[in-house]
């Protein structure tokens, strides 16, 4: 076993605190990665604090690892020692099943293992990246390009793909009219593929503070949903709208915002059900979509094609002794755009 350390909470009720534990021995196909940074995802604190559904506990959170290869099975060919390496939202999966066959790991509807809260093949729970190291199959880590901040491309492994994915799937580009619901850690990264895809962007938001740091993030347009002459101006204007707010909230508003057969993408995840207007949606052809991260190949391809675009993720670097305050920080919003925790404070 592979002696390893990190923060975890302990119950659902009980605050992030250090816990020394154990990760597998290295098989033949897996690598250990030294995590130098995670990325701090809204997810951790819905899972830890059982807002989704009961947990795995002790529970290490963090699916926005990166860091370097510090060993490799005896069959791993993918990567090296000292390679920079990457794992987002699995670690691993039965590879067998239409969804993983089509690279679309993050849906094994057989053996899908998350990076955390969940239980590994061996019937052991996985713990993830909020720790100095992690073992996983080579199949599920990602490359890293020397070129990159590695602090700023964390977030990428889940607010990066998250968006990317879907953004890509419905072909949003030059000649589309996007508008980003939300401006935290993922609405941030879909104003950023959205303008680097060609589309012209919109941030939609109830707080007007936001409007100069929406423009600086490369966005065109602002509105304040609040203000009822801005949201009424921009009826039937956007042919997608992407909602990245995990809080709940009511959609309704912004379905008239769509044009027809406009598209709808949630990615939010905010925990109580959506009511939608049947009217709303055939007066207008509207489909309301939803996306869950990406597979391991196309995953691959967002990291390679922020690479090629010198897009990383807006960040501050926190201690992990720190963590606490950045969970209620996050719950109110303040953070611009998203906290990584730097591992090196964990020594």
């Given at each position: 076993m592979i002696a390893s350390k990190g923060y975890a909470a302990q119950t659902a009720e009980s605050a992030l605190a250090p816990w020394n534990f154990e990760r597998r021995d290295l098989g033949p196909h897996d690598v250990l990665i030294a995590i130098e940074y995670c990325g701090v995802c809204h997810t951790d604190i819905h899972l830890t604090r059982n807002e989704w559904f009961p947990g795995i506990?002790?529970?290490?959170?963090?699916?926005?690892i990166v860091g370097k290869i510090a060993a490799v099975g005896s069959h791993v060919k993918k990567f090296k020692l000292g390679d920079r390496a990457a794992i987002g939202v699995m670690v691993d999966s039965c590879m067998e099943c239409e969804d993983c066959r089509?690279?679309?790991?993050?849906?094994?509807?057989v053996s899908p293992v998350v990076t955390y809260n969940s239980l590994d093949h061996s019937g052991k729970p996985a713990y993830g990246g909020y720790a100095n190291n992690i073992v996983a199959p080579e199949?599920?880590?990602?490359?890293?390009?020397?070129?990159?901040?590695?602090?700023?491309?964390?977030?990428?492994?889940?607010?990066?793909?998250?968006?990317?994915?879907?953004?890509?799937?419905?072909?949003?580009?030059?000649?589309?009219?996007?508008?980003?619901?939300?401006?935290?850690?993922?609405?941030?990264?879909?104003?950023?593929?959205?303008?680097?895809?060609?589309?012209?962007?919109?941030?939609?938001s109830t707080s007007a503070n936001k409007r100069e740091a929406a423009k600086a993030l490369g966005?065109?347009?602002f509105v304040v949903t609040k203000n009822e002459e801005e949201l009424k101006a921009a009826q039937r204007s956007f042919t997608h709208i992407i909602d990245t707010v995990a809080a709940d909230h009511d959609i309704n508003p912004y379905l008239g915002l769509l044009k027809?057969?406009?598209?709808?993408?949630?990615?939010?995840?905010?925990?109580?059900?959506?009511?939608?207007?049947?009217?709303?949606?055939?007066?207008?052809?509207?489909?309301?979509?939803?996306?869950?991260?990406?597979?391991?190949?196309e995953t691959q391809e967002m990291l390679d094609f922020c690479a090629e675009n010198?897009?990383?993720?807006?960040?501050?670097?926190?201690?992990?002794?720190?963590?606490?305050?950045?969970?209620?920080?996050?719950?109110k919003g303040d953070v611009r755009y998203r906290f990584v925790i730097d591992m090196s404070t964990l020594k």
């Open positions: 506990f002790p529970m290490v959170p963090g699916h926005e089509n690279g679309q790991e993050q849906f094994c509807n199949h599920f880590a990602l490359h890293v390009a020397d070129s990159v901040d590695l602090a700023g491309t964390a977030p990428l492994l889940c607010a990066g793909i998250t968006t990317y994915s879907p953004l890509r799937k419905w072909g949003v580009g030059k000649g589309h009219k996007l508008a980003v619901v939300g401006l935290g850690g993922l609405g941030h990264m879909a104003v950023k593929f959205g303008v680097a895809f060609g589309a012209e962007v919109t941030v939609l966005a065109h347009h027809t057969n406009g598209v709808y993408i949630n990615v939010g995840m905010p925990v109580e059900p959506w009511q939608l207007s049947s009217f709303t949606l055939a007066m207008g052809n509207k489909i309301v979509a939803g996306s869950g991260a990406g597979g391991i190949a010198n897009i990383v993720s807006d960040i501050e670097l926190i201690d992990i002794k720190d963590i606490q305050t950045a969970y209620e920080r996050m719950l």
